[in-house]
């Protein structure tokens, strides 16, 4: 029960939230594990399509959990130049389990907009404005996880989640440019893009 506690506290802004999470390698590889199973149905799935979609199919899967360990790349080595190592396993863990807080959101606005607003929940423009409230949400959320997870200043913490988002955003371009040029705008925010 401590981590959705965890969770919960520190998605509303609450510090207390990082004591719920536990510290070591085993605590970051079990916060890992949804994103490695999640990559795992995902490459099964991409055998069952279409010869042609195959490629796209094994990006599409691959594609989460390859941003997720860049990212947890890019905060080991920014933890550890900040002289703040010892506290990246219990950042990490609370990170990895606050990862899956705004897909959580999306699907319940998703679902109170379909109940309140039925023809206004599928439209384009909404599904956008819903998955890029909830990305800015996300960036909030990353920022607010280091900050108090690795005891940094405000502009530390900042500098992390800039570090982290170009990154993984150099990797989306570089897979929109390369075959079979899969574009991570239309999984986020919808086919218009």
Known sequence: MSIPLGV????RGRGQGMNCFGTGSQAVLSALAPTLAVSLIGLIMAFLLP?????MGFTRALVPLVCTLIQLVVSEVYARH?????LWTRYATASLWCGWLPLM?????QGVL???????????ASL???????????????????????A?????????TVLQ????????????ILPPHYNALVDMFGPGF
Do not use: E, N
């Open 152 to 160: 940094v200043t405000s502009m530390q913490a900042v500098i992390m």
């Open 105 to 109: 959101l999306m699907i319940v606005v």
């Open 8 to 11: 919960w506290l520190l998605g």
């Open 114 to 124: 379909k109940l309140l607003f039925p023809g206004l929940a599928d439209s384009a």
């Open 128 to 150: 956008s404005g819903v998955a890029l409230g909830i990305q800015c949400y996300s960036l909030w959320l990353t920022w607010y996880v280091t900050r108090v997870g690795l």
């Open 51 to 55: 010869s042609g979609q195959h490629k």
């Open 82 to 86: 900040l002289g703040r190592q010892g």
């Open 165 to 176: 988002t170009v990154v993984a955003s150099g990797v989306l371009v570089l897979l929109w």
